[in-house]
T-cell receptor, first 113, second 114 residues
Framework: DGGITQSPKYLFRKEGQNVTLSCEQNLNHDAMYWYRQDPGQGLRLIYYSQIVNDFQKGDIAEGYSVSREKKESFPLTVTSAQKNPTAFYLC????????????FGNGTRLTVT | AQTVTQSQPEMSVQEAETVTLSCTYDTSESDYYLFWYKQPPSRQMILVIRQEAYKQQNATENRFSVNFQKAAKSFSLKISDSQLGDAAMYFCAYRSANNNDMRFGAGTRLTVKP
């Protein structure tokens, strides 16, 4: 079955360490997204990519970096510059059509202590 | 950037009754797409319904329907015959026709009482 895989489900890191969250899709979707979810704030867009080797900053890109070397993969790195990295992170993908919905992974809960 | 506002942090409904969740958005664009997503306790995001701004007819999916008022920039979700499985967070989302990003509201937590 096609879908989006985020791994791991739970991730723990020490403050000051960079950490990379994995996102893989086999839906042949062109666009991929990273969102951060905090209580009471809904989903906030970190980065999105419309095609391979291209990506755009969302509303809260500071302290994060991404790459899109393959259509199937869109890893997110949370750097030590991110002030409050503890959150639930959701990856999504969609076809290139504007009316296409986003398909989401199951998320990664990152805890930094 | 466009903003999406959900003014009801929490709502509750009696099983089998009808409930309406509100959503407003701010945009200067004429062409865009609107979505409602459901997030149950599993935290999996599930598409509930979508609406194209150029369509005047309100979208319907079984017990779920929308009231799309383009001039008022309002996009409410009506759930009829509410079921216990409808209990979840509901997010309204806006997608521009000019780019691929999608913006979400803060969500409404729906409780269904048996």
């Amino acid at each position: 079955d096609g879908g989006i895989t985020q791994s791991p489900k739970y991730l723990f890191r020490k403050e000051g360490q960079n950490v990379t969250l994995s996102c893989e899709q086999n839906l042949n979707h062109d666009a991929m997204y990273w969102y951060r979810q905090d209580p009471g704030q809904g989903l906030r867009l970190i980065y999105y990519s419309q095609i391979v080797n291209d990506f755009q900053k969302g509303d809260i890109a500071e302290g994060y970096s991404v790459s899109r070397e393959k259509k199937e993969s869109f890893p997110l790195t949370v750097t030590s510059a991110q002030k409050n990295p503890t959150a639930f992170y959701l990856c999504a993908s969609s076809r290139g059509l504007r009316n296409s919905p986003l398909h989401f992974g199951n998320g990664t809960r990152l805890t930094v202590t | 950037a466009q903003t999406v506002t959900q003014s009801q942090p929490e709502m509750s409904v009696q099983e089998a009754e009808t409930v309406t969740l509100s959503c407003t958005y701010d945009t200067s664009e004429s062409d865009y797409y609107l979505f409602w997503y459901k997030q149950p306790p599993s935290r999996q995001m599930i598409l509930v319904i979508r609406q194209e701004a150029y369509k005047q007819q309100n979208a319907t999916e079984n017990r779920f329907s929308v009231n799309f008022q383009k001039a008022a920039k309002s996009f409410s979700l009506k759930i009829s015959d509410s079921q216990l499985g409808d209990a979840a967070m509901y997010f309204c989302a806006y997608r521009s026709a000019n780019n691929n990003d999608m913006r979400f509201g803060a969500g409404t937590r729906l409780t269904v009482k048996p």
